[in-house]
């Protein structure tokens, strides 16, 4: 079964928890009492995150990159009382660096550290339906947005030097290969509340599924350092499964 059924499903079953949980049966004449309204009511509609992200390329991607991680952060806003909110994320994956020293020109016994990394920045918009109330909050989410991949190098300058080597402070960098691509997806993750109700801070895993355009980009190792100017570029369809583990509060 491919990801988009599952999700479909997932969503149907929150929507159907949330219909039970705000319409009890027939004769049972509940009315709210008071604590639960003054919650409610109280509750915040921004939601916010911060967490580590692990990218797990697929297909074609996987043949050039193993692995990428680094952080995520997110926000949104509650539209009304429905279990849906809307807001955006944003995420830095690191996937390779290399350092080499580098001869002064003209001083082959000076060196200086010369650093090539590769990255990819996500940036996408987000609705997501999540049960609304209790410890544990379930929830699914839609994404569009871009992937940017960048290599870059960058040249420390000198401040002192001693022996064959050289300390650096300052830095200059240019850009070897850049691309920005289209990203669209879902995925679905729960909640774990810490503390007493309302829970303003929980524990967040979840997994996603992002369909990535084809780019142009470099991995660790791919810059000829005879020729930096000419790097072994590939070109693919960036697709990852992402796996993050964080924390959120708020709503």
Not at 98 to 114: A, F, H, M, W, Y
Not at 132 to 156: A, K, M, Q, W
Not at 216 to 235: C, D, H, T, V
Request: net charge negative; hydrophobic share 40%.
């Amino acid at each position: 079964m491919t990801p988009l059924p599952l999700l479909a499903a997932f969503v149907s079953l929150l929507l159907a928890t949330e219909t039970a949980v705000a319409q009890p049966g027939a004769g049972q004449a509940t009315p709210p009492s008071s604590t639960a309204a003054n919650q409610a009511a109280q509750r915040p509609l921004f939601q916010g995150g911060l967490g580590g992200m692990l990218g797990i390329p697929i297909g074609d991607f996987a043949d050039n990159v193993t692995l990428t991680g680094g952080l995520s952060g997110h926000f949104d806003f509650a539209l009304g009382p429905s279990p849906f909110s809307a807001g955006a994320e944003a995420t830095y994956l690191w996937y390779g660096s290399e350092t080499r020293d580098v001869p002064l020109s003209g001083i082959p016994d000076l060196t200086v550290p010369v650093e090539t990394s590769n990255g990819i920045f996500l940036l996408h918009g987000r609705v997501r339906a999540q049960k609304r109330e209790g410890r544990v909050r379930p929830y699914v989410d839609g994404l569009v947005g871009f992937n940017y991949l960048i290599t870059t190098t960058s040249v420390h300058a000198d401040t002192s030097c001693s022996g064959s080597s050289c300390d650096s402070d300052d830095t200059d960098s240019m850009t070897n290969l850049d691309d920005l691509v289209l990203s669209a997806g879902g995925g679905g993750g729960v909640q774990i509340g810490f503390g007493q109700v309302p829970h303003r801070v929980r524990l967040d895993l979840s997994v996603r599924y992002l369909y990535g355009g084809e780019a142009r980009y470099l991995a660790e190792g791919w810059i000829p350092w005879q020729s930096p100017i000419n790097p072994l570029a590939r070109r693919s369809r960036t697709d990852m499964l992402l796996v993050y583990v964080g924390v959120a509060f708020g709503r």
